[in-house]
């Protein structure tokens, strides 16, 4: 039985497993080819587990810096859709529970809402 996020760890192991995953795909791993994960993996356990447990360690601009990305390297509709498609397994096969759930769905809306605002900024 799988138990639900609960601590920092837990979304580490979310962040960590989740960018294993990108790294092997043909569809984001090219965008991610750049990433210096050493100093990328802090920002992204600060930022969900800021996103989940509201600890106020987050500080940065993430529509900015993916608007940035989008600039040099475009951003599709299936990019997003394969980020999404793999956070939420990932977390499926993780973890099950409320924070589970709600780390899933605060995803969904970033997802929605970079999206609009990256591809509208072009007007795509």
Same mark, same amino acid.
């Given at each position: 039985? #799988? =138990?639900?996020?609960?601590?920092?760890?837990?979304? /580490?192991?979310?962040?960590? =497993?989740?960018?294993?995953?990108?790294?092997?795909?043909?569809?984001?791993? !090219?965008?991610?080819?750049?990433? +210096?994960?050493?100093? *990328? #993996?802090?920002?992204?356990?600060?930022?969900?587990?800021?996103?989940?447990?509201? %600890?106020?360690?987050?500080?940065?601009?993430?529509? !900015?810096? *993916? +608007?940035?990305l989008h600039h040099h390297m475009p951003i599709?509709?299936? *990019?997003? /859709? /394969?980020?999404? +498609?793999?956070? %939420?397994? =990932?977390?499926? %096969?993780?973890?099950?529970? %409320?924070? !589970?759930?709600? #780390?899933?769905?605060? !995803?969904?809306?970033?997802a929605i809402i970079m999206q609009m605002k990256?591809?509208?900024?072009?007007?795509?």
């Amino acid at each position: 039985m #799988l =138990t639900d996020i609960l601590h920092r760890e837990d979304i /580490k192991n979310v962040v960590n =497993t989740f960018y294993d995953a990108v790294k092997d795909d043909p569809i984001l791993r !090219a965008h991610f080819e750049h990433v +210096q994960w050493e100093s *990328h #993996l802090p920002v992204m356990y600060d930022f969900w587990e800021n996103v989940i447990f509201y %600890t106020g360690n987050f500080s940065g601009n993430p529509m !900015a810096k *993916h +608007q940035s990305l989008h600039h040099h390297m475009p951003i599709s509709p299936d *990019h997003f /859709k /394969k980020w999404l +498609q793999l956070f %939420t397994n =990932t977390i499926d %096969t993780l973890y099950s529970g %409320t924070n !589970a759930d709600l #780390l899933k769905e605060r !995803a969904k809306s970033i997802a929605i809402i970079m999206q609009m605002k990256i591809l509208n900024e072009k007007g795509i």
